[in-house]
């Protein structure tokens, strides 16, 4: 697959990792993605692609792109093969400049750029990355489309900080000491969170803590889960182990067979590190 991908120029670079050009043939047809302390946006210029949010939920199809809001529960993505998009990898905070409701009405509920940003405006920017001369070029044109967008959002700042900090210590810090660092109540915290990012500073600090034990995970040599779970901050490996389901629908051994075959059918992929065979 082509891959290609930069961080944008500030202002931007405060709500956004990265933007990126995918293109080819996916490792596998079926793709899942378990939770992460991110959002999404992706411009589909290709055949529709397949989304189901939660195991008990069908998937639904999405033509022209859509937008992930930070979730709660592992997604399914089904590739058109080949496939063909422009994205954007977003900070937690990261869409709320950009969207016309509270992020909480879009958790766990993936929309299509159209039901954002309006048909008309989608379809243009659509045939014109679809013309861009080749992938530095269609990110240029998204980038301008994301400055052009961008507007003042009440509270984002207090949202942005207290991130940063649970980011900062893995999940691990106290929830009260955040409310208090910032000189807010509790209550208002969380309202911001929802507002800005869909969930609550605590359901953050549980993301940020499980996926910082998961990245310290080397599939290619020996586990000590006992060890693991208690570098995390988990109580127990039944406690880890309780956690992995809960964001993976797998157990560790189970999630580490996957990893393990995503390494030894595509070696180096550009993708091999969250998502995880679907098929």
């Known amino acids: 697959?082509?891959?290609?991908?930069?961080?944008?120029?500030?202002?931007?670079?405060?709500l956004i990792d990265d933007l990126y050009y995918l293109a080819g043939t996916p490792p596998y047809a079926r793709l899942m993605l378990p939770?992460?302390?991110?959002?999404?946006?992706?411009?589909?210029?290709?055949?529709?692609?397949?989304?189901?949010?939660?195991?008990?939920?069908e998937a639904a199809e999405y033509a022209d792109g859509c937008v992930i809001t930070m979730p709660?529960?592992?997604?399914?993505?089904?590739?058109?093969?080949?496939?063909?998009?422009?994205?954007?990898?977003?900070?937690?905070?990261?869409?709320?400049?950009?969207?016309p409701a509270p992020a909480?009405?879009?958790?766990?509920?993936?929309?299509?750029?159209?039901?954002?940003?309006?048909?008309?405006?989608?379809?243009?920017?659509?045939?014109r990355l679809a013309s861009a001369d080749g992938p530095n070029a269609m990110l240029t044109l998204l980038e301008e489309e994301l400055r052009r967008r961008l507007r003042e959002t009440a509270g984002l700042g207090l949202v942005r900080h207290t991130s940063n900090v649970i980011a900062a210590t893995g999940g691990t810090v106290a929830i009260g000491e955040l409310s208090v660092a910032a000189g807010v109540s509790n209550t208002h915290l969380?309202?911001?969170?929802?507002?800005?990012?869909?969930?609550?500073?605590?359901?953050?600090a549980r993301t940020h803590r499980f996926t910082s034990t998961v990245f310290g995970i080397d599939p290619t040599g020996p586990i000590d889960w006992s060890d693991l779970a208690g570098g995390g901050g988990y109580f127990d490996q039944a406690h880890f182990g309780h956690e992995f389901r809960a964001f993976t629908g797998l157990t560790p051994t189970r999630y580490l067979e996957v990893r393990r075959r995503f390494l030894r059918e595509h070696p180096g992929h550009t993708l091999e590190g969250w998502p995880l065979p679907a098929d």
């Open 1 to 14: 697959m082509e891959y290609v991908s930069r961080v944008p120029r500030p202002p931007l670079d405060g």
């Open 35 to 57: 939770p992460a302390p991110s959002a999404l946006l992706i411009v589909n210029l290709g055949a529709p692609f397949r989304i189901r949010a939660g195991t008990e939920i």
């Open 72 to 99: 709660t529960r592992a997604y399914e993505f089904g590739y058109p093969l080949p496939t063909r998009s422009v994205g954007v990898h977003v900070k937690p905070w990261g869409l709320a400049p950009f969207l």
């Open 104 to 127: 909480a009405e879009l958790c766990d509920r993936p929309v299509t750029i159209e039901q954002v940003w309006g048909r008309p405006a989608v379809a243009r920017l659509r045939d």
């Open 190 to 204: 969380a309202q911001r969170f929802k507002e800005l990012i869909g969930v609550t500073p605590k359901r953050m």
